[in-house]
């Protein structure tokens, strides 16, 4: 990893949350570690009025709370701030993006560099349009830059809201900018414990021949969250775990625990594989809709001995809402590999425990050397991949207890990211940016995986649209998620991984 191009990156909706919690964490992170050549600037666009010195202090105020070497050094701040400006301004105004076009022109005058934008959009699905018009407008992407550079987009999650607004959506920013400039992020890609999951996989010579249908039981897929919505209740509701976990985060881990290895490591090759594989995902007809995809909404509970309100008490919320806040499904992927393999995947807020984790379960003893009650007794063979916290993986096993009967016992084989490489992971969005700017797509989702994931999720919403919705709320506040996704998986003879 060496130092960067010289680049601008233009954040729309610089003063919102997202900014502020997120991206200028990351690029704090990566200046102070010193990728950022003198040539770099950020310039904050959004339409709160104010001037460069009030909006370094609140990413000064942000940083001191978001970021990951805090507190923050005021030097050090004082030195990356001179790369920050703001520019007031208004979505669809045209004289916003001319404003803009000359603060690029005069900055790439002053330091002799060619134009290299990166275009950020941190702000509401629902103005996306406007400011890539705004752009196209102005004459900002790279096709009309005389002395070269680049023009790069980042869109931030959701996109889309079903399969048709993502569709079109597409079709809106490739009007504008090639596919090799479109970055969709994903954050869950740039985590380094789901990056390791292909590691895990494509780096050792004892996985991956028993990665299949043959050794391999089912697998899990568990995204739970103990926070409620917070102060997101007006996207929220709107989106749903469904829209909001499932099209993408679940999905992206899905794929890296089950897409063919690439030909060669890249991210054309990488994100063949995940279309390839999201493809093959097999679809759900309204049946299924009802047998395999449990939905739930919390209720008021106890979170560490203090009283939670529901999903429906939460401030701004109507009252009459049935957007879930948990989904579990069972999905089959038909292909050579997984036929027959039973996917389980859930996800969903206000839940006993915080943790993301792939748990994949190895098939059963076929017979017992230990007595006849063996086969049951002995515990299946599991692999648990920790996305976070605690992030690393267990293997589980079977192990003769000390002394004179032969019983077995399960142990563990544990590996910890913390003690291993003493090291505490970047955070994701550095990770991104720094890819981002380097011009490496890898981590980042393609249109194609994008939209066959709403594919399957956008039958899934059909479905309920036809289907009675149950009693909301149907789960307490600080449990497992409602009773029925038990039943989902109990049915089959098999338990969540509730440790
Ligand atoms: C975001 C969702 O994309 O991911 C949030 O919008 C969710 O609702 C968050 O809480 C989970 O991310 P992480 O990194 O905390 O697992």
């Known amino acids: ?234 996207y929220f509701d709107e989106s749903g775990v469904i829209r909001d976990m499932m099209q993408n985060h679940m999905m992206q881990l899905l794929s890296a625990v089950a897409i063919e290895p690439p030909a060669i490591f890249d991210a054309d090759d990488i994100r063949n594989e995940k279309a390839k594989l999201l493809k093959s995902i097999r679809p759900y007809s309204l049946n299924d809709v009802k047998n395999f995809v449990i939905r739930g909404q919390y209720d008021r509970g106890e979170v560490c001995n203090k009283p939670v309100v529901s999903y429906k008490e939460e401030a701004g919320m109507p009252k009459d809402t049935i957007t879930d806040t948990y989904v579990a499904l069972k999905l089959f992927i038909d292909n050579y590999r997984w036929a027959g393999v039973p996917f389980y995947l859930r996800s969903g807020k206000r839940l006993k425990k915080h943790k993301t984790e792939i748990v994949v379960y190895f098939k059963k003893l076929p017979y017992s050397l230990y007595g006849r009650d063996g086969v049951e007794k002995i515990k299946q063979n599991s692999i648990i991949i920790t996305i976070q916290p605690n992030e690393g993986i267990v293997i589980n096993f079977g192990a003769k207890m000390p002394g004179f009967e032969m019983d077995i016992e399960p142990v563990s084989m544990v590996f910890n990211y913390k003690s291993s490489f003493k090291l505490s992971p970047p955070d994701a969005y550095e990770r991104l940016i720094y890819d981002i700017i380097i011009g490496d797509q890898t981590l980042f989702a393609r249109y194609d995986s994008t939209l066959i994931a709403w594919q399957f999720i956008t039958s899934i919403i059909n479905g309920w649209r036809k289907i009675d919705t149950p009693a909301f709320p149907n789960y307490e506040a600080n449990s497992w998620g409602p009773k029925k996704a038990d039943r989902l998986i109990n049915a089959d003879g098999r338990v969540w991984n509730n440790n």
């Open 1 to 234: 990893m060496g130092e960067l191009d010289p680049s601008i990156i233009v954040i729309f909706g610089a003063s919102g949350d997202l900014a502020h919690i997120k991206i200028f964490p990351a690029l704090y992170a990566l200046w102070s570690e010193g990728f950022f050549p003198d040539s770099f600037f950020i310039i904050g666009f959004a339409r709160t009025g104010m001037d460069d010195e009030t909006f370094r202090k609140t990413i000064l105020d942000a940083l001191n709370v978001n970021c990951r070497k805090k507190p923050v050094n005021e030097n050090d701040f004082l030195n990356f701030s001179k790369h920050i400006f703001y520019l007031k301004s208004k979505y669809d105004d045209k004289a916003s993006y001319e404003k803009l076009g000359k603060f690029v022109e005069a900055k790439a005058l002053e330091y002799k560099i060619p134009k290299n934008i990166v275009y950020y959009l941190s702000i509401p699905p629902s103005i996306y349009v406007n400011v890539i018009d705004g752009i196209k407008n102005a004459n900002l992407t790279a096709d009309n830059f005389k002395k070269g550079g680049f023009s790069k987009l980042v869109v931030e999650k959701p996109f889309g809201y079903d399969y048709d607004s993502a569709k079109s959506l597409n079709s809106e920013i490739l009007s504008v900018f090639k596919e090799k400039e479109v970055y969709r992020i994903d954050h869950y890609l740039g985590k380094e414990t789901v990056q390791n999951i292909f590691a895990f996989r494509f780096a050792n010579a004892i996985f991956e021949p028993i990665w299949n249908n043959k050794y391999i039981d089912h697998i899990q897929i568990s995204a739970l969250e103990s926070i409620g919505v917070g102060s997101r209740s007006g």
